[in-house]
Structures are given as structure tokens and as C-alpha cells.
């Protein structure tokens, strides 16, 4: 890819927090990204006001020529029914289990579904583009990759929650579909993260030795640290320090007690990322 005097720009379109006049919150993510006069979509939100805050925000959906699903939980899957009706031959990116039926346990040992809402995928397997499975890091544009299927190294992280693949939650679900996004900069590697169900240093490590050990820039997304253990957060904290981030934006499933702790050991690079956000990176 060409990156003379260019810029990558990152929109924040779904997110728990939101900034500005005329915009919405939900819970979930989706991340609007121009690059080398491209445009891509980064998840979707549950579907609720992804629409909305792409019209306020002046965001062409309908120019969107590629999406990537983090992984198959509803709030960031929710809102393909919308994008594929405004862009019906954007390419999807996503890995096989994404599609798949996934559970959370309540607190009462019921079951609710939290897997991609029935009419998204519908619609994605009814979707006369293109669908590419990433279970491999896999380019969806020069220079921007999706990592596939992240190795689980670190003995502390786990999922992050009570994840099933039945409803019955006797299949613990490893959400092997899980994936970041990234793209090098002269600065270093950006990341976008959509809940790193992988658990966060795996996910960054994996992205150094995949760019060669290439320094990290910035990260951006959930981290889905909300029930993290002391513990947890200690090593997330100290493993972060030595990867020396420039800028750290903690977002969406991090958790309000995690973020402001995050802020805290890292005051110099944070960034805060709810809806109307929009960032740029020299390439």
C-alpha cells in the first residue's frame, strides 16, 4: 500500500458512551474506517442506531466495501441486516463460528442467546457478495489485517464471561471466532479490538510476532475486563507497560471500573472513545 501523505481516520458509530448532540448509545461497537481511499466497517452494534449516527455523522454506509465481525455476539452483528441492505455487495469478513449459535448464563442458571440476531444471519447466508472466512490471518485490504484465530498463551486471561455453544451451558464456548483488526503506521501497529475475547495480551502479543515484533501504536475497542480479577488486572497492567502504547483507548465491554483504572496507570496515552469519536493516524 502506498501511505505517502496519507491518513487512516477511525469513527466511533457504536459504543456504550456516546458525545455530541443528535447521537446514540448502545451497548456494543462498530468502528467506521477510512484508509487509502477506502472504506471499512469494523462490527456493527446490535442495530439500533447504527443507521442514525452514520446519517449525523455524515458516514456513507452504503460506500462500505468490506466488513469484519470481531466475532458473533449480537452486539456486534446486529446492525448487518441494515449494512448489507445499504451495501449489498460488501465483502464479509468473518470466521465460520461467528455464524454459529452462541449462549451467556444468567444469574439464575437460565440461559439467554447472545449469538448473531436470527435476521443478520439470514442475511449474511443469503448475501450474494462476497463472504471469506478468516480463521487465518487474512488481508481485507492492502495493509489492513484481520488476525483469524488468536493463540491463547497467557495462563491468566480467559473469555471474560460465562460463554456457551448450548443452550443448556454445559458447552463452554472457547469463541474461537474472535479476531482484531489491524494496519501498520510509521508510529507502529494500530489495533482495533472488538471484546478480546482472546484475552488482551494474547491478542497483542500475537500481532507483534505476526508484524514481525513490530511496536504497537495504539489500541482501540472493548478488552472485556468488566469481571477481571485482581489478579487480571495486575498482570493486564503490567504486560501493557511493556508494550509501551502511545495511545490506549479502553472501549465498549472494558468495564467503567477497569477503564478508569487503565486511565489512571496510563494517563499520557488514553483515549476516550464514545460514539462521534473520530481519530486519525498518519500512514
Known amino acids: 500500500m502506498n501511505t505517502m501523505n496519507t491518513t487512516a481516520r477511525i469513527t466511533v458509530l457504536v459504543e456504550n458512551s456516546v458525545k455530541g448532540r443528535g447521537l446514540l448509545a448502545e451497548h456494543g461497537l462498530a468502528l467506521w474506517i477510512e484508509i487509502g481511499g477506502r472504506r471499512l466497517l469494523f462490527d456493527t452494534g446490535q442495530g439500533a442506531v447504527l443507521l442514525r449516527n452514520a446519517r449525523r455523522l455524515g458516514v456513507p454506509l452504503e460506500q462500505a466495501e468490506a466488513v469484519i465481525l470481531s466475532h458473533g455476539h449480537y452486539d456486534h452483528t446486529g446492525g448487518l441486516t441494515d449494512v448489507l441492505r445499504a451495501a449489498p455487495r460488501i465483502q464479509i469478513y468473518a ?6 449459535p452462541k449462549y451467556g448464563r444468567n444469574d439464575d442458571g437460565t440461559s439467554r442467546a447472545i449469538g448473531i440476531p436470527s435476521p443478520a444471519e439470514h442475511a449474511v447466508r443469503a448475501h450474494t457478495g462476497d463472504l471469506r472466512r478468516t480463521e487465518r490471518p487474512t488481508e481485507v485490504h492492502p495493509g489492513v489485517f484481520a488476525t483469524g484465530e488468536i493463540p491463547r498463551r497467557t495462563e491468566y486471561e480467559d ?3 460465562p460463554f456457551f455453544t448450548d443452550s443448556a451451558c454445559q458447552k463452554a464456548d472457547p469463541l474461537v471466532d474472535d479476531q482484531a483488526l489491524f494496519f501498520d503506521s510509521p508510529r507502529g501497529t494500530i489495533v482495533l479490538l472488538g471484546c478480546a475475547h482472546a484475552g488482551v495480551i494474547n491478542t497483542l ?5 505476526l508484524t514481525n515484533g513490530r511496536s504497537i501504536h495504539a ?18 497492567i503490567a504486560d501493557l507497560r511493556k508494550l509501551d502504547i502511545e495511545r490506549l483507548g479502553p472501549a465498549h465491554c472494558t468495564g467503567f471500573a477497569a477503564t478508569a483504572e487503565l486511565w489512571n496507570e496510563f494517563p499520557e496515552s488514553r483515549v476516550p472513545c464514545p460514539v462521534g469519536t473520530s481519530l486519525e493516524f498518519a500512514l
Open 219 to 236: 489500541v482501540l475497542g472493548g478488552m472485556h475486563l468488566g469481571a477481571a480479577s485482581r489478579e487480571r488486572m495486575d498482570r493486564t
Open 159 to 161: 473469555t471474560g464471561g
Open 205 to 209: 502479543q500475537y500481532i507483534r510476532e
Open 95 to 100: 470466521h465460520p463460528a461467528a455464524l454459529e
